[in-house]
């Protein structure tokens, strides 16, 4: 299947700082990129939906400025959590979707721990 | 809200076969049926998908009733490294259309 990847897959933060996260389709061009977060022992819940050159779709309660979404190429669309608190350490999990077909394909995942 | 419903968990002996549930009784007649899986600390993996007839791949069945308001995913021969949350998702296939996550069924497979 197709490869989504993701950089860091660990990242530890200090409280205040920015960090920003990569997700990167390796073997194929995505018209669409998903952001998720998870928390220990609960599902993934859809944060934004970024399309490439165009300016991302946030879910209701997540915090655009907060949460910056760049969708740069057809490739790589970036997420940065921006004056991270404790309270935003999680899994973030980003997906791709091609422009053929109707598969979406998830990456590792990425650890965030804000101290 | 997800648009499924599955069994919180299931338990099954290795080298069985793992039949999961899932009901989606509103789904439209544009939505397909998905099933990921999310083994511990991973992003979740695509197994199969399906509209209306029924699917196979190397890793899985995809069994969709008649009416299409219930499926089933038959791992054939589980193992160990079968154990994870499986998820059921319907979504239309329309390009941006983001897949909702359930609660999904934890599978443990055990010797």
């Known amino acids: 299947g197709a490869v989504v990847s993701q950089h860091p897959s660990r990242v530890i933060c200090k409280s205040g700082t920015s960090v920003k996260i990569e997700c990167r389709s390796l073997d194929f061009q995505a018209t669409t990129m998903f952001w998720y977060r998870q928390f220990p022992k609960q599902s993934l819940m859809l944060m934004a939906t970024s399309n490439e050159g165009s300016k991302a779709t946030y879910e209701q309660g997540v915090e655009k400025d907060k949460f910056l979404i760049n969708h740069a190429s057809l490739t790589l669309s970036t997420l940065t959590v921006t004056s991270a608190h404790p309270e935003d350490s999680s899994f973030y999990i980003c997906?791709?979707?091609?422009?053929?077909?109707?598969?979406?394909?998830f990456g590792e995942g990425s650890w965030l721990t804000v101290v | 809200d997800a648009k499924t419903t599955q069994p919180p968990s299931m338990d099954c002996a290795e080298g069985r076969a793992a039949n999961l549930p899932c009901n989606h009784s509103t789904i439209s007649g544009n939505e397909y049926v998905y099933w990921y899986r999310q083994i511990h600390s991973q992003g979740p993996q695509y197994i199969i998908h399906g509209l209306k007839n029924n699917e196979t791949n190397e890793m899985a069945s995809l069994i969709i009733t008649e009416d299409r308001k219930s499926s089933t995913l038959i791992l054939p021969h589980a193992t160990l490294r079968d154990t994870a949350v499986y998820y059921c998702?319907?979504?239309?296939?329309?390009?941006?259309?983001?897949?909702?996550f359930g609660k999904g069924t934890t599978l443990s497979v055990s010797s």
């Open positions: 998702i319907v979504r239309v296939d329309q390009a941006g259309t983001a897949l909702i």
């Open positions: 997906s791709a979707e091609p422009y053929s077909g109707n598969t979406i394909y």
